[in-house]
């Protein structure tokens, strides 16, 4: 307690100093921190829109379906399936789709959409697309041969609400043939790419086109009540079903499943970065501390301090130092987080760039206790190694020499 204490007023023999270098270890903390939480918030936030309204947390096909993008592929019979989910208590919910390529046109031009047969009560405990509705219903209406398209795809086709949309349905025997529909609503996610192709309808408008009934599916998507849950439920639901193929949702979509295992590293990368580069800053505070108390230093090792002494002296200056400044840092760093955890950072102006990417223009920041606690230990150990070369500096003084200096 008598060298911490010592080290402590140590520090403040020279307030200008030391609030300098505190002051360049908090700004350095504050910004990783906050640069963190908001790469963490738009990862969470890519991730979340992605599982609830485009992939769902795991997916079941016939084999090679999703590489071959065959509707003739059919998952049969679908109830088999659908009454192992029911029993698992794992299971929000799912959804047996058709999915087809198909060609979308209106009286003035055309595109290629991906269309989507459900069932639209089972669609609801899949997907939050229900909630993305701009205009219209989410088949809510007693129309013919109804049909949700975007917003984007909807301008790009030039039509609206309640306009009639021609999509080419192709049946089991290849045989391709148009078809009629009638929009009775409009969405639009964060994803403008996902947005520009992909169309629903009612499955069971699509039996009597392509030769399909309700015991048939191209594919199921599940909800599970907790996405970590995802791999293990899917690899216990392909041992169960072998010859389908069974996917989580980081499978499924390699690049969300990167970005997911990655980001975490990244992070930590990030604050051992900027940690590195307040290292050397420390080390030339402490050098200079030093040079400045030699003929002090020979007299404490004069009148009976070890050498032992003196280098914890000296370790406790730095690690003090550091850890005074990290801490204000984090306290700045964990309000302006919550703060922008809570109301967001609009970054609207650059919208139309983040939806083509997928994600959403206001990012919520976020940031785990855990790696706060990590920050903190990464602070300690930082302080620790800037201060061993100025302490092994101190020790190798022989007091006679540094009494005669005239520092």
Known sequence: MLIANIAWKNIWRNRFRSVIIMSAITLGI????????????MTIQRISAALNTEISHIQIHMPDFLIKQDMKMVISPVALIEKTLDSNPLVEGYSSRIVMNSIASSAET??????NGIDPAHERKVSDLFTKITDGSFFGTNARNPVLISQKLAEKLKLSLNSKIILQIQDLHGNISPAAFRIIGLYRTNNSIYDE??????RTDLYPLTGLDSTEANEIAVQLKDYLLSKQEAGLLQ?????????SWAQRSVMLGYLNDA??????????IILLALLFGIINTMMMAILERIRELGMLMAIGMNKRQIFF???????MLSLTGALVGIAIGLLTIRYFGRVGIDLSIWGEGFEKLGYD?????????????????????????????????AVRLKPVDALRSEK
């Open 361 to 393: 223009p206001v990012v919520y920041t976020s940031i785990d206790n855990f790696f706060v606690f990590m920050v903190v230990i990464l602070v300690v150990a930082t302080g620790i190694i800037s201060s061993i070369f100025p302490a092994l500096k």
């Open 110 to 115: 055309g595109a290629n959409v991906k269309i």
């Open 197 to 202: 192709y992909t169309v629903f309808t009612n």
């Open 313 to 319: 002296m000296i370790v406790g200056e730095t690690v």
């Open 263 to 272: 980001m975490d590293q990244y992070l930590y990368l990030i604050m051992v």
């Open 30 to 41: 504050y910004a990783g921190l906050f640069l963190v939480a908001f790469s963490k918030g």
């Open 239 to 247: 041992k169960q079903f072998p010859s389908l193929e069974v996917k």
